[in-house]
């Protein structure tokens, strides 16, 4: 009987230990896992892979999100997909887009606030060439003018008004298409360029720099801010420190992106479409990129900050041409604190 008593008594403190051991687990579980579990953040692009967004990629191939605690998806874009619209409904944290696009899609009541401004320079231009005798935008009277349309067209609108000339009536405003055909066959005497893209298309159809005609809309002084980061308000509520991690390390990205263009589109080319670009064509790309993200006398230090005078620009020139109805509440449209906190 001693024995049998002796052997309960050891059987019991057994099952204590083995409630104490699920006990621990399941708060564990309760907790939301270990310490050392990533925060999954879903970054939606405004296009395919490519330079234009080497950054991130840098990022990812870099370890910066995983040093931060995340776990980042990029989810490429594309002609059908708007970046505003998935973060939006919930189906990515954190968008990229122009600040053109987001404006509207604020204004819709989509619940989208912008947290970072990582290119701080318009890259579009409209070229040229030399023989179509355009020196400057008033020459653009009685030409054929490009533009893609869809929401790229307000800094050329903006540019027209500045010279007193009306896209209807002084000038052929006309759709351009995705390629640079148009241009080059001489269908339009101006077209529609970004400085990373299309520009470098005609540079590399072998028509020298020499023979064209550029006007710049930062120049101009109608240029509107484009590659931003934006998040969905309600999202962003709960995660602040999140957000701030996932800028922090972007921003890193960015800096090694800057300073070693060739790891950066090793780090595109791997995640790009096999066939879509060449590397030759990225490497311009990312050294295109690097002077919008960084233009001249801008620190590095400060990338992702946002200017106040250049967002305010950009929302007068979309009130001004009814991208949205009613001038932008500049107080909601966009958040300088994720930045702040990064920069602590």
């Known amino acids: ?55 991130y990629y840098v990022a990812i191939e870099n370890g910066y999100y995983e040093e931060e605690g995340l776990d980042v998806t990029i989810v490429p874009g594309g002609p059908d997909i708007v970046p505003e619209q998935q ?67 307000f800094e050329i609108l903006a540019l027209f008004d500045k010279y007193d000339l009306d896209p209807n009536l002084d000038l052929s405003f006309v759709r351009q298409g995705f390629t640079m055909d148009q241009f080059l066959s001489g269908e339009l005497d101006a077209a529609s360029v970004m400085t990373y893209n299309e520009y470098q298309v005609v540079l590399a159809e072998g028509i020298p720099e020499s023979e064209l005609s550029l006007i710049d809309m930062n120049e101009e002084g109608v240029a509107m801010l484009q590659d931003n980061l934006f998040a969905n308000e309600e999202w962003l509520e709960d995660n602040k420190e999140a957000a701030a991690k996932f800028v922090r390390a972007s921003i890193k990205g960015w800096q090694d992106a800057i300073e ?51 967002f305010k620009q950009t929302a007068d020139i979309a009130y001004q041409f009814g991208v949205i109805s009613e001038p932008a509440d500049l107080s909601k449209a966009y958040t300088h604190e994720i930045m702040e906190m990064v920069l602590k």
């Open 260 to 310: 070693d263009p060739e790891a950066a589109v090793d780090a595109v080319m791997a995640e790009a479409e096999e066939g879509s670009s060449t590397r030759d064509h990225q490497l311009v790309m990312m050294e295109e990129v690097a002077k919008l993200v960084i233009p001249e006398g801008f620190d590095i230090a400060n990338i992702g900050m946002i200017d106040d005078d250049k």
């Open 1 to 55: 009987m001693k024995g049998f008593i002796g052997n309960v008594q050891r059987l019991l403190v057994l099952v204590m230990l083995v409630g104490l051991v699920l006990a621990g687990c399941g708060a564990d579980s309760s907790s939301g896992g270990s310490s050392d579990e990533l925060t999954p953040i879903t970054l939606q692009l405004k296009w395919v892979p490519q330079a234009q967004f080497a950054g």
């Open 87 to 153: 973060v939006a409904n919930g189906a990515a944290d954190i968008g990229i887009g122009w600040v053109a696009s987001l404006l509207p899609h604020q204004e819709q009541g989509m619940p989208l606030v912008q947290i970072a401004q990582i290119y701080q320079d318009s890259g579009l231009m409209l070229v040229s060439k030399k023989e179509a005798g355009i020196e400057s935008p008033a020459d653009l009277a009685g030409k054929n003018v490009g533009n893609w349309m869809g929401g790229n067209e």
